[in-house]
Protein backbone atom coordinates (compact mmCIF):
# COMPACT_ATOMS: atom_id res chain seq x y z
CA UNK A 1 0.00 0.00 0.00
CA UNK A 2 1.34 3.38 -1.02
CA UNK A 3 1.42 6.44 1.36
CA UNK A 4 -1.36 7.96 -1.06
CA UNK A 5 -3.48 5.05 -0.14
CA UNK A 6 -3.48 5.56 3.25
CA UNK A 7 -4.38 9.45 3.21
CA UNK A 8 -7.04 8.45 0.90
CA UNK A 9 -8.39 6.09 3.47
CA UNK A 10 -7.72 8.30 7.24
CA UNK A 11 -10.79 10.91 6.08
CA UNK A 12 -12.90 8.24 5.91
CA UNK A 13 -12.73 6.69 9.50
CA UNK A 14 -13.62 6.98 12.73
CA UNK A 15 -10.45 5.49 14.37
CA UNK A 16 -7.05 4.01 13.03
CA UNK A 17 -6.97 0.25 13.67
CA UNK A 18 -4.06 -2.44 12.77
CA UNK A 19 -3.98 -6.25 12.67
CA UNK A 20 -1.65 -8.56 12.55
CA UNK A 21 -1.98 -11.15 9.55
CA UNK A 22 -2.51 -13.69 12.38
CA UNK A 23 -5.96 -11.69 13.71
CA UNK A 24 -3.96 -10.57 16.68
CA UNK A 25 -5.01 -6.70 17.16
CA UNK A 26 -2.17 -3.78 17.81
CA UNK A 27 -3.54 -2.54 21.42
CA UNK A 28 -5.87 0.55 20.62
CA UNK A 29 -3.58 2.90 22.56
CA UNK A 30 -0.46 2.49 20.09
CA UNK A 31 1.92 5.61 18.82
CA UNK A 32 3.00 6.28 15.55
CA UNK A 33 6.80 6.91 17.14
CA UNK A 34 7.97 7.58 13.62
CA UNK A 35 6.90 8.07 9.67
CA UNK A 36 9.65 8.43 7.56
CA UNK A 37 11.95 7.84 4.46
CA UNK A 38 13.65 4.91 4.21
CA UNK A 39 16.26 4.70 1.46
CA UNK A 40 17.61 1.29 0.65
CA UNK A 41 21.12 1.30 -1.64
CA UNK A 42 22.56 -2.13 -1.52
CA UNK A 43 23.76 -5.23 -4.28
CA UNK A 44 22.21 -8.46 -4.61
CA UNK A 45 23.96 -11.43 -5.02
CA UNK A 46 23.73 -11.22 -8.46
CA UNK A 47 26.41 -7.97 -8.77
CA UNK A 48 23.23 -5.47 -9.70
CA UNK A 49 23.10 -2.39 -7.76
CA UNK A 50 19.41 -1.23 -6.37
CA UNK A 51 17.62 1.48 -5.11
CA UNK A 52 14.42 1.04 -2.65
CA UNK A 53 12.41 3.66 -1.39
CA UNK A 54 9.80 3.30 1.35
CA UNK A 55 8.01 4.78 3.83
CA UNK A 56 8.67 3.91 7.40
CA UNK A 57 5.92 4.28 10.09
CA UNK A 58 6.78 2.72 13.47
CA UNK A 59 4.12 1.91 15.74
CA UNK A 60 4.96 1.05 19.35
CA UNK A 61 2.82 0.81 22.56
CA UNK A 62 2.86 2.75 25.31
CA UNK A 63 1.32 2.09 28.86
CA UNK A 64 -0.40 5.08 27.86
CA UNK A 65 -4.29 3.02 28.13
CA UNK A 66 -6.15 6.15 27.73
CA UNK A 67 -4.33 7.54 24.48
CA UNK A 68 -6.40 6.93 20.46
CA UNK A 69 -4.48 7.84 17.61
CA UNK A 70 -7.35 9.61 15.45
CA UNK A 71 -7.06 9.88 11.73
CA UNK A 72 -6.86 13.42 11.73
CA UNK A 73 -3.65 13.23 13.67
CA UNK A 74 -2.41 10.85 11.46
CA UNK A 75 -2.86 12.96 8.84
CA UNK A 76 -1.55 15.62 10.45
CA UNK A 77 1.97 13.25 11.26
CA UNK A 78 2.53 12.36 7.38
CA UNK A 79 1.72 15.55 6.03
CA UNK A 80 4.21 17.27 8.91
CA UNK A 81 6.56 14.25 7.55
CA UNK A 82 6.27 15.31 3.86
CA UNK A 83 6.69 19.13 4.21
CA UNK A 84 10.03 18.38 6.19
CA UNK A 85 11.18 15.36 5.11
CA UNK A 86 9.91 15.55 1.62
CA UNK A 87 8.69 11.95 1.90
CA UNK A 88 7.24 10.70 -1.78
CA UNK A 89 4.51 8.01 -2.23
CA UNK A 90 5.84 5.33 -2.08
CA UNK A 91 4.85 1.60 -0.58
CA UNK A 92 5.08 1.45 3.20
CA UNK A 93 6.85 -0.55 5.59
CA UNK A 94 5.34 -0.67 9.24
CA UNK A 95 7.94 -1.56 12.04
CA UNK A 96 6.29 -3.42 14.89
CA UNK A 97 7.42 -4.68 18.08
CA UNK A 98 7.00 -8.14 18.94
CA UNK A 99 9.59 -10.98 19.90
CA UNK A 100 12.19 -8.36 17.90
CA UNK A 101 11.23 -5.54 16.02
CA UNK A 102 8.98 -7.04 13.36
CA UNK A 103 8.39 -4.91 9.39
CA UNK A 104 5.40 -5.47 7.41
CA UNK A 105 3.99 -5.06 4.65
CA UNK A 106 0.27 -2.80 4.77
CA UNK A 107 -3.17 -3.86 3.58
CA UNK A 108 -6.54 -2.53 4.48
CA UNK A 109 -9.73 -4.43 4.76
CA UNK A 110 -12.98 -3.66 6.88
CA UNK A 111 -11.67 -0.71 8.46
CA UNK A 112 -8.83 -1.80 9.91
CA UNK A 113 -5.13 -1.64 8.78
CA UNK A 114 -3.52 -5.53 8.14
CA UNK A 115 0.15 -5.78 9.13
CA UNK A 116 1.45 -8.29 6.24
CA UNK A 117 4.21 -10.89 7.02
CA UNK A 118 6.78 -10.31 4.14
CA UNK A 119 9.79 -12.36 3.24
CA UNK A 120 13.00 -12.57 1.79
CA UNK A 121 13.61 -13.35 -1.77
CA UNK A 122 16.49 -13.61 -3.98
CA UNK A 123 16.64 -10.73 -6.38
CA UNK A 124 19.34 -12.45 -8.87
CA UNK A 125 17.80 -15.86 -9.46
CA UNK A 126 18.53 -15.95 -12.83
CA UNK A 127 22.37 -15.13 -12.60
CA UNK A 128 21.89 -18.00 -9.35
CA UNK A 129 20.93 -20.25 -11.63
CA UNK A 130 17.52 -20.99 -9.13
CA UNK A 131 14.74 -22.47 -11.55
CA UNK A 132 11.63 -20.48 -11.18
CA UNK A 133 8.10 -22.71 -11.06
CA UNK A 134 5.20 -20.35 -10.70
CA UNK A 135 7.46 -17.64 -9.42
CA UNK A 136 8.55 -19.81 -6.48
CA UNK A 137 12.32 -21.14 -6.53
CA UNK A 138 12.46 -24.70 -6.56
CA UNK A 139 16.19 -25.40 -5.30
CA UNK A 140 19.48 -23.88 -5.62
CA UNK A 141 21.88 -25.08 -8.39
CA UNK A 142 24.66 -22.81 -7.42
CA UNK A 143 27.90 -24.33 -6.72
CA UNK A 144 31.10 -23.15 -5.24
CA UNK A 145 32.75 -20.21 -7.65
CA UNK A 146 29.85 -20.29 -9.68
CA UNK A 147 29.59 -16.10 -9.22
CA UNK A 148 25.92 -16.43 -7.40
CA UNK A 149 24.99 -16.13 -3.79
Not at 37 to 44: L, S
Not at 86 to 98: L, N, P, S
Not at 103 to 117: C, P, V
Request: glycine share 8%; with cysteine; proline share 4%.
Amino acid sequence: MKLSDVKNILPKLDNVAFMLENGTLVPEHFHVTEVGMITKRFIDCGGVIRDEKTVSFQLWNADDYDHRLKPSKLLDIIHLSETKLGIEDVEIEVEYQAETIGKYGLEFNNNTFILTNKQTDCLAKDNCGIPIVQSVPVISVCTPGGGCC
